[in-house]
């Protein structure tokens, strides 16, 4: 099957790559002749022009401050600076290590990152598909206004609200016991809590990220959809063959990226629901650092916790780089 | 309707809006509801849900906007937003396009380098040691040059970039068009879509951003609006100790109400305007010509 | 853990020496301030005083008649306490007295830090109030209010390791342990020769501050800063004292009846409210602190006789109370969001009347009174004492922190005395002009006088003045003008909760195990009392408290405080 580029009237196979059309490929080493180094720096002298107040900024603001993640090697104290702080080596790590609550606090997190994963991250695309689908453009524009509105409402006003429905003197609980049954309560519950932490993010996020899929799906050539359309393909399959691909960019990267930030799950929601329940359930490692690092003044700690996130999360990035590529994905570089 | 497209099924297309109806009530809900106690009389006010005001009133509205510095707050954040997003536009933008431009050497080790700040934050003190080595301690600048660039929102962007078909850019090489041409003529234009998502991740960014504030600002004439709203919504959630809790009386329900629907209220006002960048309507192509 | 003390009416006289007792000294110079001010700081200044400027002398009424005034008063809108760690009630404004007489400031610019729990206040150049204070202190005052917890301690932080230290530096241990090292490792100036004995006379309103407050702020025996004094008998369980009588019962006399009332009010609830309600399980507050009152649970630790410290998860007593309070749980009588509730959830939920119950701090009772009174005219918010025979009440420590001076500054002599003299005017009593402008502000601008000549603060009043002077406070008193006769009763209250009074012996004492294990013991202790209420570990398992304890540094915790109280 084939379209028609309708700017410069190449012709190409849909069939041919797995890639959308259009797709930047990378250039094949060896493919122009071999351009010696400093010709291809004067080449595109002009780009690292544009990149310089970036790479500045990274520099000044990230950079610089991250030298200050050496007191993860200190017992820190803010006086005494981290020219006066005594070095303690890896203690702290060993610390992070023999630490029993550390591996609980662990599976905690990965658990939590799992279910969001799996159920909130394709919740956005989803619904993104959805929203596209919607036939009459006033209502779809009405539905897109509406699904963002929770991003707004902050994580207090969340889960206080949460708690009035689903708590044990809530909404729900009422209900059942009007309906004869016993009171409800599925925000003390621990065998809920995950659950629970997975619905409010999707509840609160899959509007706003839709914004994202859309503007990608908004990129997506409309004369591809009718030379499916010509071609014989139903509304499933331009979904499957048109859409999802030109999608596929973004939806891959996201993905990465999330995978590479699965030792993160959200501070503030989680500490905020923290107090309900003991540490096996509810304490995750952003919570965790919190209270031990920052709250009791142990700065080298929570300094140390924080680059072993940043290993660790770049060693996951780079493997789901490469596993995106592998599957014939284009990746993140 | 487009002549390609078949006319779907009657069932199809009212599920689809009845389930869609249904979300957006889930949605919207919560709104409501804090917009109902937000108008309603403190002695109305219990744990519960209420869905229309007993005895509607403003006195919560009242409260906020006459008794804190609201107003003042609204003015700084207003600043932040306008000026802010420019900031984190332009430098995004360049960076953004930078990185998406292919055989630059360096290029990638340069995205490795973003890549990781993703992963690992500043800690608050080196920050704040960095900040006021630049005299920026207690300016409004200090609210925006750390938090020029978000490192998610330049990958996001950069990804978008890269998707802007080759062919479109390798003709304008060949035309001899510099850098800055191709980013003006070619990528900008295509990338209405992104670049107004990307503007508005900003935009409501600044308009919520109350961290730094915390850090690095001292004077109360320069607290943005969302500091100056958290402290009073904070004070219900401290630690319920004696010691602490003894000192002030948390305000009432209302009061945070009336303080999150000022907080969200601009942000609704303005996202209309730009919703129209980033949906596209059946008939409207997404390439010119 | 909660930090409480109080200490023996005779240690107060003995640990005053040289001095009338401070509880006399108020009475004394309330007659005094008017007619001798400038005369007594020369008196006792030394060389460097002389430079200090006298205010002008405000005459409002003639000193003798202060002082009639005053005797006149008593016992009709006076009502001192006789007892130093209990606040004096007032029912009626007295005449107003001055209480400086020299100029506090230098006319140079003073940078203070405080934790804040209020919005901000009007930026200077539309603040009056702001204005009128720089002309009074005669400085450029510029407070930093970081918000709430998290901010302080960020700040704090950040203000440590950037080295730009205020010269007002608020320490709150309480809310920010990791200021402790900062302390240890000399941040601070030693100001005990500057504020103990002849010396303290210099500032007569922080002499005012009660001894306790002064003992329980010392770090390593030595003064750090000035407290930030509160009442002693700080907080309770607020009761719906009406339901008492709905449910036709009687103020309970110890923990059984307690236990009766309980079910009988979360019966008469019907499902929709519950007779006990607190947020949170934080250690040291929420209604287990009240059964553990009444059962005699020692107040954080307990003193022996042989000198060694017993904690309180390890005695009978506190075994008692958690099997009585896993009891209570079981019966139902909690709040079924109990352990998740802020503190705002926990307030609306006892004002509208769905948890008969809370515990916080007293100066929320009239506001929480008059709350549940527009909801149910027929409420009656009273405080419960606890009950019981072996009923104690946990003394506070007297102090919500020190200001400190930083340790850079304080090799200008001149320089921390002026800076003490600026405290000295932020705890100039309510009743004293000074104290009157820092908490009402400008007459007819930031406060308006009601019909009934009650001056109350407005609109204006909150925006302008918010915690601009909160880094320091007078002495306590209770004043409620809103609804008068009540100050009685708080002051009625705190001398019930003081006659059952038992303090922490580790108040004033520093342990850097403490510091660092607070918030893991807390959130041992935590995990551990949810399990055991909600009845998920056996009753057998109520010794795992204080083994849970003593094995994560509770044995070293116990050890630094023993050796301190033995030097």
Redesign the interface.
């Known amino acids: 099957m084939t379209t028609v580029n309708v700017l410069s009237g190449q012709t190409h196979d849909m069939h041919e790559t797995h890639a959308p059309p259009g797709r930047i490929q990378p250039e094949q080493p060896g493919k122009a002749g071999k351009r010696r180094l400093s010709q291809r720096i004067w080449r595109r002298r002009w780009v690292y022009l544009l990149l310089l107040p970036g790479v500045v900024y990274f520099l000044l603001f990230y950079y610089l401050p991250l030298l200050g993640n050496i007191s993860a090697f200190q017992d820190y104290?803010?006086?005494?600076?981290f020219l006066g702080s005594p070095w303690i080596g890896l203690a702290n790590f060993r610390t992070v290590f023999s630490d029993p609550d550390t591996w609980i606090v662990i599976r905690n997190t990965l658990e939590i990152s799992l279910l969001q994963i799996v159920f909130a991250f394709p919740a956005g695309i989803i619904l993104a598909l959805l929203l596209n689908a919607l036939p009459g453009q006033k209502f779809k524009r009405f539905m897109q206004s509406t699904l963002y509105l929770p991003h707004f409402l902050g994580w207090v006003i969340i889960i206080?609200i949460w708690?009035q429905i689903f708590?044990?003197?809530g909404f729900l609980?009422h209900l059942v016991?009007g309906l004869g049954g016993k009171?409800v309560?599925l925000?003390?519950n621990p065998a809920f809590f995950q659950p629970m932490v997975t619905l409010q993010v999707m509840w609160k996020e899959s509007g706003w990220s839709t914004i994202m899929f859309l503007a990608a799906i908004t990129g997506i050539d409309m004369s591809l959809y009718e030379a499916a359309a010509v071609d014989g393909a139903g509304k499933m399959r331009r979904l499957w063959h048109v859409t999802l691909p030109g999608m596929r960019s973004i939806i891959i990267l996201l993905l990465i990226l999330r995978l590479g930030n699965v030792l993160s799950v959200g501070f503030e929601q989680i500490f905020l629901?923290r107090?309900?329940?003991?540490?096996?359930v509810a304490?995750v490692i952003d919570t965790f650092v919190y209270?031990?690092g920052?709250?009791?003044?142990?700065?080298g700690f929570a300094a140390a916790v924080a680059l072993l996130k940043a290993v660790i999360g770049a060693i996951l990035i780079f493997i789901a780089n490469r596993a995106a590529k592998k599957f014939g994905e284009e990746g993140l570089y | 309707m487009v002549s390609w497209m078949e006319r779907s099924s009657f069932i199809e297309r009212w599920t689809l809006r009845v389930s869609m109806g249904l979300l957006a009530v889930v949605m919207i809900f919560p709104f409501v509801y804090v917009l109902a106690v937000s108008f309603s009389s403190?002695?109305d006010?219990?744990?519960s849900l209420v869905v229309l005001p007993v005895h509607p009133s403003l006195a919560a509205y009242n409260w906020v906007l006459?008794?804190?510095?609201?107003l003042?707050g609204i003015e700084v954040s207003t600043f932040l937003v306008i000026v802010g997003t420019a900031i984190n536009m332009l430098m995004t933008v360049t960076m953004a396009y930078g990185l998406s431009r292919s055989d630059v050497p360096g290029s990638k080790i340069i995205l490795w380098l973003v890549l990781l700040t993703l992963l690992i934050a500043p800690t608050?003190?080196t920050k704040?040691?960095v900040v006021?080595q630049l005299h920026l301690i207690d300016s409004i600048w200090s609210l925006i040059f750390p938090g020029a660039i978000a490192p998610f929102n330049l990958i996001v962007l950069r990804q978008f970039f890269m998707g802007i078909p080759r062919e479109l850019i390798e003709s304008a090489e060949l035309d001899g068009a510099s850098e800055f041409r191709i980013l003006w003529n070619i990528i900008l234009p295509l990338s209405k879509a992104s670049l107004a998502v990307i503007a508005l991740f900003y935009a409501v960014a600044q308009w919520n951003n109350f961290f730094d504030a915390?850090?690095f600002i001292?004077?109360?004439?320069l607290?943005p609006i969302a500091?100056?709203?958290?402290?009073?919504v904070?004070?219900?959630?401290?630690?319920?100790?004696?010691?602490?809790?003894?000192?002030?009386?948390?305000?009432?329900?209302t009061v945070?109400m009336a303080v999150v629907v000022i907080t969200t209220i601009p942000i609704l006002v303005v996202y209309p305007f730009l919703q129209k960048y980033f949906t596209k309507g059946v008939l409207t192509g997404s390439i010119k010509g | 853990m909660?930090?409480t003390n109080s200490t023996e009416p005779d240690e107060v006289l003995t640990s005053v020496p040289q001095h009338i007792s401070m509880y006399n000294r108020r009475r004394f110079l309330h007659a005094a301030a008017l007619t001798s001010g400038g005369l007594l700081l020369a008196a006792c200044g030394g060389s460097t005083n002389t430079q200090l400027q006298p205010t002008t002398k405000v005459t409002t009424v003639p000193g003798a008649q202060i002082t009639a005034t005053m005797q006149a008063a008593v016992g009709k809108t006076f009502f001192p306490s006789g007892d130093p760690n209990v606040p004096d009630a007032y029912t009626a404004p007295p005449p107003l007295v001055q209480s400086v007489s020299y100029v506090p400031g230098d006319g140079s610019t003073v940078n203070a830090l405080s934790v804040?729990?209020?919005?901000?206040?009007?930026?200077l150049?539309q603040n009056k109030y702001w204005q009128a204070l720089n002309k009074r202190l005669n400085v450029n005052w510029?407070v930093?209010?970081?918000?709430?917890?998290?901010?302080y301690?960020?700040?704090a932080?950040?203000l440590?390791?950037?080295?730009?230290l205020p010269e007002l530096f608020c320490i709150e241990l309480?809310?920010?342990?990791?200021?402790?090292?900062?302390l240890q490792?000399g941040?601070f100036t030693d100001l005990t020769p500057y504020l103990s004995g002849s010396e303290l006379n210099n500032y007569p309103n922080l002499a005012k501050l009660s001894p306790i407050s002064w003992k329980n702020t010392r770090f390593n025996g030595k003064i750090y800063g000035v407290p930030r004094a509160?009442p002693v008998a700080?907080?309770g369980l607020f009761f719906r004292l009406d339901l008492i009588k709905k449910v036709g019962m009687d103020v309970p006399k110890n923990a059984d009846e307690f236990f009766q009332l309980t079910k009988a009010i979360t019966q008469y609830g019907k499902?929709?409210a519950w007779a006990l309600g607190?947020?949170?399980?934080?250690?040291?507050?929420?209604s287990p602190?009240y059964c553990m009152e009444m059962f005699g649970v020692p107040n954080n630790w307990r003193l022996e006789k042989n000198g060694t410290l017993t904690y309180m998860f390890q005695t009978d007593e506190f075994k008692e109370a958690m099997l009585y309070i896993r009891k209570l749980y079981a019966a139902g009588v909690f709040?079924?969001?109990y352990?998740?509730q802020?503190?705002?959830?926990?307030?609306?939920?006892f004002t509208?009347?769905?948890v008969a119950s809370y515990?916080?701090?007293?100066?929320?009772l009239l506001?929480a009174r008059q709350?549940a009174k527009?909801?149910d005219p027929q409420s009656d918010v009273g405080l419960l004492i606890p009950a019981g025979n072996k009923a104690v009440a946990w003394l506070?420590?007297g102090h919500?922190g020190t200001v400190g001076i930083p340790s850079q500054v304080g090799s200008d002599q001149n320089r921390v005395k002026m800076l003490l003299r600026i405290l000295d005017y932020f705890c100039a009593p309510r009743f004293s002009l000074e104290g009157d402008f820092l908490a009402t502000g400008i007459d007819g601008w930031d406060n308006t006088k009601a019909s009934n000549g009650v001056k109350a603060m407005n609109?204006t009043g909150?925006?302008e003045i918010?915690d601009l002077a909160y880094i320091e406070n007078p002495a306590p008193i209770y004043y409620t003008p809103t609804e008068p006769s009540f100050a009685l009763k708080l002051q009625e209250y705190a001398k019930q909760l003081q006659a059952i009074g038992i303090t922490d012996p580790t108040a004033p004492l520093y342990s850097a195990t403490a510091?660092?294990?607070?918030?893991?013991l807390n959130?041992?202790y935590?995990?551990r009392f949810?399990?055991f209420v909600k009845g998920e570990d056996p009753e057998t398992s109520v010794g795992g408290f204080a083994s849970d304890f003593l094995s994560n540094g509770g044995t070293q915790i116990a050890k630094e405080y023993q050796d301190q109280l033995q030097k």
């Open positions: 104290s803010p006086y005494l600076g206080s708690q708590g044990g003197d609980s016991i009171p309560d925000m003390s629901l107090s309900g329940f003991t540490t096996d304490e209270s031990r920052i709250l009791s003044g142990q700065w | 403190p002695q006010v219990s744990n006459s008794q804190t510095n609201a003042q608050i003190i704040y040691l006021r915390v850090l001292n004077s109360p004439q607290e500091l100056v709203l958290r402290d009073i904070l004070q219900g959630n401290v630690s319920q100790n004696n010691i602490v809790s003894g000192e002030y009386m948390p305000p009432s329900l945070q | 909660s930090s804040s729990f209020n919005p901000p206040p009007l930026p150049s510029q930093q209010l970081p918000s709430g917890n998290e901010g301690t960020e700040k932080a950040a440590l390791a950037s080295g730009d309480f809310l920010s342990p990791s200021l402790a090292p900062a490792q941040a509160r700080n907080g499902g929709q607190n947020g949170g399980v934080v250690f040291g507050g929420g602190m709040h079924p969001d352990f998740t802020t503190l705002t959830q926990t307030t609306t939920a509208t009347g769905k515990v916080t701090g007293m100066a929320g506001g709350g527009t909801v506070a420590a919500f609109a909150s925006k918010g510091t660092k294990q607070q918030t893991q959130q041992i935590n995990d949810m399990r």
